[in-house]
């Protein structure tokens, strides 16, 4: 299987954007999401969309950052606005196993309603106030 490869973190002043991309060849048509892990912190998720394009975002998160794909690019984005110190952590691309139901169902709170089978490797974002 091919891997999942974020880009795109970097170190941003509070208020600023970043856009985080993840190479997503052969899990564009799974639920698909991004986690995030920060220093001392349990890896939560931030947001998830389905293959019909249905999202989902963590409270937190919710006005500021939006989810989105480009399938005929198979990759998987996060446009990140607003940003906080506490948005500062290790962001990660991940997708379900492939599946009908799978493929289609979220939960309410940033992520998809089947557990992860597949993570990339994550990408930084640092945001100082």
């Known amino acids: 299987q091919v891997p999942l490869v974020e880009s795109g973190g970097g170190s941003v002043q509070a208020g600023g954007s970043l856009r985080l991309s993840c190479a997503a060849s052969g899990y564009i048509n799974n639920c698909m999401g991004w986690f995030r892990q920060a220093p001392g912190k349990g890896r939560e998720g931030v947001a998830a969309i389905t293959v019909g394009g249905s999202t989902t975002y963590a409270d937190s998160v919710k006005g500021r950052f939006t989810i989105s794909k480009d399938s005929a690019k198979n990759t998987l984005l996060l446009q990140m606005n607003s940003l906080k110190p506490e948005d500062s952590a290790m962001y990660y691309c991940?997708?379900?196993?492939?599946?009908?139901?799978?493929?289609?169902?979220?939960?309410?709170?940033?992520?998809?309603?089947?557990?992860?089978?597949?993570w990339g490797r994550g990408t930084q974002v640092t945001v100082s106030s």
């Open positions: 991940a997708a379900v196993q492939a599946g009908f139901f799978s493929a289609r169902r979220l939960r309410s709170d940033g992520y998809c309603y089947d557990p992860v089978d597949y």
